[in-house]
């Protein structure tokens, strides 16, 4: 499909989708074609459908990555080659609500300390200390840090949207000593090999993953584990939802609201039903 991934490619670059967004759609149509072993302008509904069923029931995919598939699918057919109806019967799946898992204080410390290299132990910081994505800690340049203003900068994120985020006098001293120590070669503050490009979202989890082996923590590390405990370490310290929703970019506060139910802060002071059994308080509260 050689042809019409140029084609799709020069689609997506005129809506200007984000690079690493054309790099996954590119790479799961292509998926998609070679399952088939033909042309994806040959084939329909009933073979998109064929495809999701063997990702779902023989590859067991989860219903996010379903979910990815089926938008690049929908782009190809919608976009590119002008059949939208391919993709009509099929919308992302619905996904579980799951809690998301938050590490202690302590548990952030030991992951820190456990991070062998300067750069991977100043980006992880950088995540907790200021609740970004992995992509957007990344491509963060060195012009993005205001350490007049003490925030960061964060340019082009989910959604294309520019935001500030808080720059901590302990994040700031930990940065001060990592480009004092490594020197990395403008304009990212965490370059990747070449010197040019930004460190790649891979090698930064294959070293936070490493490290919580290192650490023994009970849980292992997932993608978004540091922006995750940075929201709920905030809630638990009164920060209002609103404050926190700026911060972490969330286009809809009911995003940020599930944190609410991570958090244990308002649980501490309620009392049970079963402890007011048989007292008075209990046999005012019932009628």
């Known amino acids: 499909m050689s042809a019409l991934h140029e084609r799709m490619k020069a689609d997506m670059a005129l809506r200007n989708l984000r690079p690493s967004t054309q790099e996954d759609y590119g790479r799961l149509c292509s998926a998609f074609a070679r399952w088939h072993g033909r042309s994806p302008a040959d084939l329909g509904s009933e073979d998109v459908r064929a495809f999701l069923v063997w ?45 998301p898992q938050v590490l202690t204080g302590s548990e952030i410390q030991a992951l820190l300390a456990a991070i062998r290299w300067p750069k ?38 989910k959604g294309g949207k520019d935001r500030y985020t808080m720059l901590s006098p ?13 020197r990395p070669p403008r304009p ?5 090999k070449d010197g ?23 849980v292992a590390v997932s993608p978004h584990m540091l922006r995750h405990c940075f929201a709920t ?17 969330h286009s809809d506060i009911n995003t940020t609201t599930r944190y609410l139910h991570v958090t244990t802060r308002h649980l501490k002071g309620v009392r ?15 009628g």
């Open 55 to 99: 990702l779902s029931s023989e590859q067991k995919r989860s219903a996010s990555t379903l979910g990815v598939y089926i938008a690049a699918l929908r782009f190809l057919y919608g976009v590119t080659l002008g059949r939208p109806e391919v993709m009509a019967p099929f919308t992302p799946p619905r996904r579980a609500q799951k809690l």
């Open 272 to 286: 049970s039903p079963l402890d007011l059994l048989g007292t008075k308080e209990g046999q005012k509260a019932s």
């Open 233 to 249: 370490h905030l809630l638990e310290q009164g920060v209002d939802l609103r404050t926190i929703q700026s911060m972490l970019g």
């Open 188 to 192: 990212y503050l965490f370059p990747g």
């Open 120 to 157: 991977h132990r100043a980006l992880a910081m950088t995540r907790y200390g200021a609740g970004l994505r992995v992509g957007e800690a990344c491509a963060l340049q060195v012009t993005d840090i205001d350490s007049q203003r003490m925030v960061i900068h964060v340019r082009d994120g």
């Open 170 to 182: 302990t994040l700031l001293a930990e940065l001060r000593a990592y480009w004092s120590a490594v």
């Open 196 to 218: 040019c490009s930004p460190l790649h979202v891979s090698s930064v989890q294959h070293a936070l993953t490493r490290a919580g082996l290192v650490a023994r923590l009970k």
